[in-house]
């Protein structure tokens, strides 16, 4: 039983333009939402987060947008470039219980 | 240490062995935390440790696994008559407890495979 959905395995996109990154959850306790990124060969490293009581947070070119009633958050990546390309991982927590990962999704910007 | 200190970096044993290993957290995090990766799966979390706490074993996923942190400090993560099944990256992780932004530094992970 995935509480954690990463619907997307893979993602392509062209340098300068938006990727968008998806994650469904199921559990409507998470009250923190993290995102990670990883490359290959070294451990995922935090990149941005959004509490339960906002809807969007904001750092540089990246931003991630909460939806709590569908149960719904992306990571918009813009301008895209190059050593963007990793895996990016979608984990929420609620209260002090661990982080809950999705599987990921690989993104590939392409020059 | 500046990071999560993980060691060794690769382990190659023979299925039925048992095998070590150890995280070394970044000082002052009071949390750490225990993950795998498997091949094509997302993090499965294993267990935490939190200050003088019990430690969360909900994550184990048998009575081959099992973990003590020493000190408040280092970890050791040991898993006993190893199978195939247990072949993966091993991940620790630390983190200061009261700051639920900051997320989790992890460490560059051990890869286990079992021959």
């Known amino acids: 039983d995935q509480q954690v959905k990463q619907n997307s395995p893979s993602l392509s996109v062209q340098e300068g333009r938006i990727s968008i990154l998806n994650c469904d959850y199921t559990?409507?306790?998470?009250?923190?939402f993290l995102w990670y990124k990883k490359y290959p060969a070294e451990g995922p490293t935090f990149l941005i987060s959004?509490?339960?009581?906002?809807d969007k947070n904001e750092d540089g070119r990246f931003t991630v947008f909460l939806n709590k009633s569908a149960k719904h958050l992306s990571l918009h990546i813009v301008p895209s470039q190059p050593g963007d390309s990793a895996v990016y991982f979608c984990?929420?927590?609620?209260?002090?219980?661990?982080?809950?990962f999705g599987k990921g999704t690989r993104l590939s910007v392409i020059a | 240490g500046a990071g999560v200190s993980q060691s060794p970096s690769n382990k190659v044993t023979e299925k039925g062995k048992d095998v070590e290993l150890r995280c070394d957290p970044i000082?002052?995090?009071?949390?750490l935390y225990w993950y795998r990766q498997s091949l094509g799966q997302g993090l499965e979390f294993l267990i935490y440790?939190?200050?003088?706490?019990?430690?969360?074993k909900s994550g184990l996923p048998s009575d081959r696994f099992s973990a003590e942190r020493t000190g408040g400090s280092v970890s050791t993560l040991t898993i006993q008559r190893t199978q195939q099944e247990d072949s993966a990256v091993y991940l620790c992780?630390?983190?200061?407890?009261?700051?639920?932004?900051?997320?989790?530094?992890f460490g560059s992970g051990t890869r286990l495979t079992v021959v």
């Open positions: 000082s002052g995090h009071t949390a």
């Open positions: 992780a630390s983190s200061p407890w009261d700051r639920r932004d900051y997320g989790y530094t």
């Open positions: 440790f939190q200050g003088n706490s019990a430690p969360d």
């Open positions: 559990n409507s306790m998470f009250d923190y």
């Open positions: 984990a929420p927590h609620s209260g002090n219980t661990p982080l809950v």
């Open positions: 959004i509490s339960s009581i906002k």
